[in-house]
């Protein structure tokens, strides 16, 4: 199992999900993971092939679960907004939300269901306060088509993007209290960790977060 | 004995137990095709020798039955497909809907025709048998050789008919439990079925949670909704109201409620069937004619393709024995045996759920298996879902639709890895 772990990694690592792997890099072995909107199961499978975690995903596409169940792995078909309800209350160590908060309808219910039924939160997403971002509203005077939001602003499944300031922001007003954090360049690399918050809003490229419930 | 006459000017009977002949035509009618029973219909002969294996419990294995006391003697017929392995890990049983039988991937016995699942189950299928042990029962109440209302009773040396307990989804399972201890299999490697057979399913993993390793129910409910009890009521009634049914003792006075079985059959069928599918299928089109006859007879091809469904249905099943597992659905209500807590059902349970459900299937709709998620899911049960997008209706899960049978073999290729089942 670990082996296949290992390619599995490898072949991450060399293609555009970088960010699942830092994802994967906070879960804790053996741990019961719950990762929403799963796609094909390639965070799950790593998860339980490396750590041998106890993984089951949330998946809106057929095509993503017949995969996931190809693989072995437990994928209910759903939907973040509407599916997450039917959970109880901590049934996992950790929710997972790898780049789908921003295409969600209501993050907040959303990100609060996580918490609930996790004793913590992973959220990945793309940082829409990245200087390109930024200056291609401001200089452009255009919505942004970057490498992270690649689709023109009528085509985008992203309907609720966020900077990381205002991720943070969310975070507080829910009560939830950030345990990791880690900002990605644009090449997917972790940016460095001493650096201050208006430094990874500016150069971040996408955000890994990672919230547990206060008190 | 009276004949059943249809009058439909083409109207194929297909049974070779019927003596078909062509009456004088009445006014506006092309031809009156009148089929007289031969003898004793084929299906009723399969209730007391089956075309299958069998095993027979006597008075010291009697089956406790939900409606109360111990029944014996108890027959089970069965077919088995593939090889059991030396660690009889590879278990599969499947269970099959309301009127189908054991007879999963053979020809059938009656009617000649393929095995009902005979596209998902043998070797190199979804379900292989070069790599599983398949085994497939007649539940209790049914009419292929189980014990049913068509069986003879050996006290009285007629058919039981209504004399025979009520039979329940948990009474079928546990026959099916009895079965696997005669053949020395601890536990199953899978527990699979549809509708009626997804019932089973899910009292198998409730009564049994440590003899099923994987199971899937497909198409299927943990309880019978008003609606899904309201269309069995208007085929049971069908069938009493039918004066050949005789209260419920035609065997014995050899009539037969054909009529009124075919009845139940074809209201049965439009809930199998999807408003779309129906209207691709047929539409309004005229069944060989250009123009309506102005007459109650079959101008629509629905019409009858409906009556033939009738008309076909009661050459292989009993109308009791429809009593009995039409009322065995309705009362399947697997929450309710657990305080009202489908989730306590599943409490505490290892088996690794894969739930199917089709888009367009009204009988039991994708509501009714996320229902089954919710409350694995709050059990934390290993449980997959799929929702299938057909139009094809609740038969759906009879067809062979992609993307149901990739999701079924990967389901399955991966317990099997997690079970240790050697690949053929």
């Known amino acids: 199992m670990a082996d296949r772990g290992e390619a599995r990694r490898a072949a991450l690592s060399r293609s555009a999900r970088i960010d699942l792997l830092v994802v994967a890099d906070m879960v804790e072995p053996k741990s019961r993971v719950l990762d929403v909107g799963c796609g094909d199961g390639t965070l799950l499978a790593l998860l339980a092939e490396e750590r041998g975690v106890d993984a089951r995903g949330v998946e809106l596409s057929q095509q993503g679960v017949n995969d996931c169940v190809a693989k072995g792995l437990s994928v209910v078909q759903g939907d973040a907004d509407t599916d997450l309800g039917d959970y109880p209350d901590d049934a996992f160590d950790y929710v997972i939300l790898s780049q789908t908060l921003q295409a969600t309808r209501q993050p907040r219910k959303v990100l609060e269901h996580m918490l609930r039924i996790g004793r913590r939160a992973i959220v990945s997403f793309p940082n829409f306060g990245h200087w390109r971002v930024r200056t291609q509203v401001a200089l452009l005077g255009r919505m942004p088509v970057t490498d992270c939001l690649a689709a023109r602003w009528y085509e985008t499944p992203n309907i609720h993007l966020c900077t990381i300031r205002d991720f943070v922001a969310l975070a507080h007003a829910i009560g939830a209290k950030t345990e990791h954090s880690i900002a990605l360049d644009r090449y997917g690399r972790p940016m460095p960790i001493n650096a201050p918050w208006r430094v990874w809003n500016l150069f971040g490229d996408q955000a890994v977060f990672c919230l547990s419930r206060k008190g | ?424």
């Open chain 2, 1 to 424: 004995m009276r004949p059943l006459t249809l009058r439909s000017p083409h109207f194929y009977i297909p049974d070779a137990s019927f003596a078909i002949a062509n009456a004088a035509a009445e006014p506006g009618i092309e031809r009156v095709v009148t089929i007289v029973p031969k003898q004793r219909a084929l299906g009723h002969i399969e209730a007391d020798t089956p075309h299958s294996l069998a095993v027979h419990f006597g008075a010291d294995r009697p089956l406790k039955m939900d409606a109360g006391g111990a029944f014996a003697p108890l027959s089970i017929a069965y077919q088995t497909y593939g090889a059991l392995n030396a660690a009889k890990t590879n278990a599969i049983l499947i269970c099959h809907a309301l009127t189908g039988d054991q007879h999963v991937a053979n020809a059938h016995p009656v009617t000649g025709k393929p095995g009902w699942w005979q596209t998902m189950v043998g070797p190199g299928k979804p379900i292989d048998t070069d790599r599983y042990f398949v085994i497939a029962t007649n539940v209790v109440g049914g009419c292929m050789g189980t014990t049913g209302p068509a069986s003879t009773n050996p006290a009285t040396g007629r058919a039981y008919g209504l004399d025979l307990p009520l039979v329940t989804i948990r009474d079928m399972v546990r026959a099916q439990a009895m079965l696997l201890d005669h053949l020395g299999i601890e536990t199953l490697f899978s527990v699979i079925g549809g509708s009626m057979g997804g019932m089973q399913v899910l009292q198998w993993a409730a009564s049994y949670p440590e003899r099923v390793f994987s199971a899937m129910p497909i198409a299927a409910a943990a309880k019978h909704s008003s609606q899904n009890i309201a269309f069995h009521e208007v085929g049971r009634q069908a069938i009493m109201a039918d004066p050949e049914w005789r209260n419920g003792r035609y065997l014995d006075e050899g009539t037969n409620p054909n009529k009124g079985l075919a009845v139940a059959r074809m209201a049965a069928h439009i809930t199998y069937l999807s408003e779309k599918a129906l209207q691709r299928k047929f539409g309004r089109n005229y069944q060989d004619r250009e123009a309506p006859t102005f007459s109650f007879d079959a101008d629509f091809q629905i019409e009858n393709y409906l009556r033939y469904q009738g008309a076909s249905f009661v050459d292989r099943f009993d109308a009791n024995s429809y009593l009995y597992v039409t009322r065995a659905c309705d009362y399947f209500d697997l929450a309710g045996d657990y305080g009202g807590s489908l989730a306590a059902a599943f409490k505490g349970t290892k088996t690794r759920f894969c739930v199917v459900s089709f888009t367009s299937d009204w009988l039991y709709p994708t509501t009714d298996s996320r229902a089954i998620v919710h409350a694995l899911n709050a059990a934390a049960a290993s449980v997959s879902f799929v929702e299938v997008q057909t139009d094809r209706g609740h038969d759906a899960f009879l067809l062979e639709v992609p993307e149901f049978f990739a999701t079924t073999r990967g389901f399955l290729d991966a317990a099997a890895r997690a079970r240790g089942i050697a690949e053929s």
